[in-house]
């Protein structure tokens, strides 16, 4: 079982910059690729960012692309989620999730964090 814990959330101003933690624990879990998601009210569920565990190879979705950069602490187990030049269609509730096989398509995920809530004002 691998259990993913966001933080980081909160209200920016747009053109700003907020970045979000995941820590990832469990029997396993150094195993698993850690990749992002977000969900706008009304809206489906969007891949954001892929970091591959073994590789370090990243994917990121067509619209947030240039803006946003996932990285790994080097314990491997907290990844990180920078997002820069805010704007209010960013506004989501952000999760986390485990995948063996690194992609940004959530059928695909094992498991999976609360999320955290990031509002982007304009």
């Known amino acids: 079982q691998v259990q993913l814990v966001e933080s980081g959330g909160g209200l920016v101003q747009a053109g700003g910059s907020l970045g979000l933690s995941c820590v990832v624990s469990g029997s396993g879990s150094e195993n698993y690729s850690i990749a992002w998601f977000r969900q706008a009210p009304g809206k489906e569920r969007e891949g954001v960012a892929c970091i591959d565990s073994s590789s370090g190879r990243t994917i990121y979705g067509a619209s947030v692309r240039g803006r946003i950069t996932i990285c790994r602490h080097n314990t491997k187990n907290k990844e990180f989620l920078q997002m820069d030049k805010l704007t209010p269609e960013d506004t989501a509730d952000y999760s986390c999730?485990?995948?063996?096989?690194?992609?940004?398509?959530?059928?695909?995920?094992?498991?999976w964090g609360k999320g955290t809530q990031v509002t982007v004002s304009s």
């Open positions: 999730a485990a995948t063996i096989n690194p992609t940004i398509l959530d059928p695909a995920m094992d498991y």
